[in-house]
T-cell receptor, first 115, second 112 residues
């Protein structure tokens, strides 16, 4: 158990809908990262927040947005869902803003299925 | 942009034998970190080993070791005395600017 929690574990929805994925980092960690893993692919970095502020942005679609709240939990919002958005979405956390100095701890992931 | 390449989509090894997984990367930076992550069927991402680019000594964690060739931009993972529990997808990852760039993975099968 990494100490990072993600809810829900599974999510099934229809095209065009909007969903919210939630992540709680390990106690004391200030950075939260979101990754997308499509079927049998490597993880693609989406976005990073550090202490409530956006720190780095990767291949995140405009239909997707995220935020980190004062209690440091983070939410990833996915809207106008398409079939291709079906994937495993991971959240990771680390103590500081520079991940190279701090190991990223991964949550168990949320499996999103868009029908 | 940094890229990470794993040229072996699948590998298999007899239990108790040694296997080496390959990884190459492309970067113009001199200071960075490299990682190997394991993803078993549970899909949990588990850090196996990490290497700091400024350290010439290859990292070792029990049965896992790396062969880091900075000039060649190569970072292979050696698993000794393979066990059934080592069966998983293995991802090589690069970290140079606060985000991880992953390779496409190598699926490792352990033959009893």
């Amino acid at each position: 158990d990494s100490g990072v929690t993600q809810t829900p574990k599974h999510l099934i929805t229809a095209t065009g809908q909007r969903v919210t994925l939630r992540c709680s980092p390990r106690s004391g960690d200030l950075s939260v990262y979101w990754y997308q893993q499509s079927l049998d692919q490597g993880l693609q970095f989406l976005i990073q927040y550090y202490n409530g502020e956006e720190r780095a942005k990767g291949n995140i679609l405009e239909r997707f947005s995220a935020q980190q709240f004062p209690d440091l939990h983070s939410e990833l919002n996915l809207s106008s869902l398409e079939l291709g958005d079906s994937a495993l979405y991971f959240c990771a956390s680390s103590p500081g803003g520079r991940s190279s100095y701090n190991e990223q701890f991964f949550g168990p992931g949320t499996r999103l299925t868009v029908l | 942009a940094q890229t990470v390449t794993q040229s072996q989509p699948e590998m298999s090894v007899q239990e108790a034998e040694t296997v080496t997984l390959s990884c190459t990367y492309d970067t113009s930076e001199s200071d960075y970190y490299l990682f190997w992550y394991k993803q078993p069927p549970s899909r949990q991402m588990i850090l196996v080993i990490r290497q700091e680019a400024y350290k010439q000594q290859n990292a070792t964690e029990n049965r896992f070791s790396v062969n880091f060739q900075k000039a060649a931009k190569s970072f292979s993972l050696k698993i000794s005395d393979s066990q059934l529990g080592d069966a998983a997808m293995y991802f090589c990852a690069y970290d140079g600017n606060e985000k991880l760039t992953f390779g496409t993975g190598t699926r490792l099968t352990i033959i009893p």
